[in-house]
C-alpha cells in the first residue's frame, strides 16, 4: 500500500513538473549585449535585450533609469528615459534594441572639471542604466542593470 501511494505521488510530482512553462507570466529581460563601455563626444550607445513573458503581450517601450555613480554630486540631466520600440507580433521572446544619442546618454547637467587637468577637462559621466519593461497586464519585469557606462564629456 505505501508502495503504490509513493509511486502515485512521484507520477504526480513528475507531470507537474515536466508540464510547467519555460516562460512566466512576469516578463523578464537580459542584457545580451552592449556596443561598448566608453562612448565618445557624440557617439552612440546601444544595448540589447532579450525580453520573454508568456502571453507575449510586452507594450511598446522599456523604461530606462541613469544612475549616475561619480563621487562628486552634481545636477543630472533627465534621469528616466521611455524608450520606444516597435510594437512586435505576440511572442513569447522578443530582442529589443535601444540606441540612444549622445544627447540622451550625458547624465551631468554641469560636470565638473578634473582637477590638475590642463587643458582643463571634463569628468566623464559614469553610469549605469536601470531598465525594466512592463507588459498589457501590468506586470512589469524585474529591474536589471547595464555593466558600468563611462561618457567622455568636452
Known sequence: MKLSLFVIVAVVVTMIACSKDKFLTKPTITVKS???NFIPLNGTF???LECTDK???VQDSVIIIKKRLNKRVVATIRDTIR???PVFPKNTRTQIQATLDYQSILSAFNPP???GSNPAKRELDT???RMAVRDKAGNTSDTISSPTIYVFRQ
Open 113 to 115: 572639471f578634473i582637477p
Open 46 to 48: 546601444v544595448i540589447t
Open 83 to 85: 524608450y520606444k520600440f
Open 34 to 36: 552592449i556596443n561598448g
Open 55 to 57: 502571453e507575449g503581450d
Open 127 to 129: 553610469l549605469i542604466l
